[in-house]
């Protein structure tokens, strides 16, 4: 199950969608995301399922390694149809059942925006370097600086979180495999019995993450790091034709859902 967790991985590639600038992608999943919560019909949802695939197409991601990221999202993903199946009023499935049509209908559109939210954020890790992204979003970031928002610092936190995400699925792997050959179960008894089986992983875990980041904090000094004041970058970003074109086109596919909303479909 770990490591079906591809969150923060970059998948390296020279398609259309790598080349695009990191800031481009970064509002394009912003339009994309608020596409995703106004849509209301069958139309909307199907523009939103086709504007997905065609972005995993264009990018060379293979569905596998979508699916593959969600499998650890799957108790979340059927907990929320659960909730929303039996807990919404309407019209019975059945005469004296507590399912509803309305329910059933809601509890789909929850699962499609869960399923279709999380692509789109894993499209765009997989497809951006995290330098990358991290200098995209503070570029996008900058007018807040003029309010004394650390936008430097807050960047390069999310960058060290996302590039040691698939570092510290390894290390809870390795963990769990040595506390297995010395008789560990992981597998068995209750609830209370599985979190008290996480203590010897969750110990030992703290203490690398910790034990790392010591290590990166000594060798940032070493290098005389003192925050973004005055530093320059060795790539500099710049829009270029496919950037315009992207965003316009994604502005458009907002409008359209939205459209699509106000006449019901």
């Not at 991601?61 to 909730?83: C, E, Q, R, V």
């Not at 290590?215 to 925050?227: F, I, K, N, W």
Request: proline content about 5%.
């Amino acid at each position: 199950m770990l490591k079906d967790i591809t969150l923060g991985q970059f998948f390296p590639g020279d398609t259309l969608v790598h080349r695009l600038d990191p800031r481009t992608k970064l509002i394009a999943v912003v339009l994309y995301i608020v596409a995703l919560f106004q849509a209301g019909g069958v139309v909307g949802y199907m523009l939103l399922i086709l504007a997905a695939a065609a972005c995993m197409a264009v990018s060379h991601i293979s569905p596998k390694s979508i699916f593959k990221g969600l499998k650890p999202m799957i108790f979340i993903i059927i907990l929320t149809g659960a909730l929303n199946i039996f807990y919404t009023t309407g019209t019975p499935v059945l005469p004296g059942w507590i399912i509803t049509w309305e329910g059933i209908i809601r509890a789909v559109k929850m699962i499609l925006r869960i399923v279709l939210l999380i692509t789109g954020t894993f499209l765009l890790t997989y497809t951006t370097s995290p330098m990358a992204l991290t200098d995209g979003l503070e570029l996008l970031m900058n007018p807040l600086k003029k309010i004394k928002v650390p936008v430097h610092e807050m960047t390069i936190m999310m960058s060290m979180a996302l590039r040691f995400i698939p570092t510290l699925i390894e290390e809870t792997d390795k963990i769990m495999s040595a506390q297995k050959a010395r008789g560990a179960d992981f597998e068995t008894g209750g609830l209370i019995k599985r979190a008290r089986a996480l203590l010897p992983i969750l110990v030992p875990l703290f203490v690398s993450a910790f034990r790392r980041a010591d290590e990166l904090a000594v060798a940032m000094e070493s290098r005389c790091y003192h925050g973004g004041q005055g530093r320059t970058r060795m790539k500099q970003l710049r829009f270029a034709g496919i950037d315009y074109g992207a965003l316009l086109a994604s502005a458009a596919f907002l409008a359209g859902v939205i459209v699509l909303k106000k006449f019901g479909l």
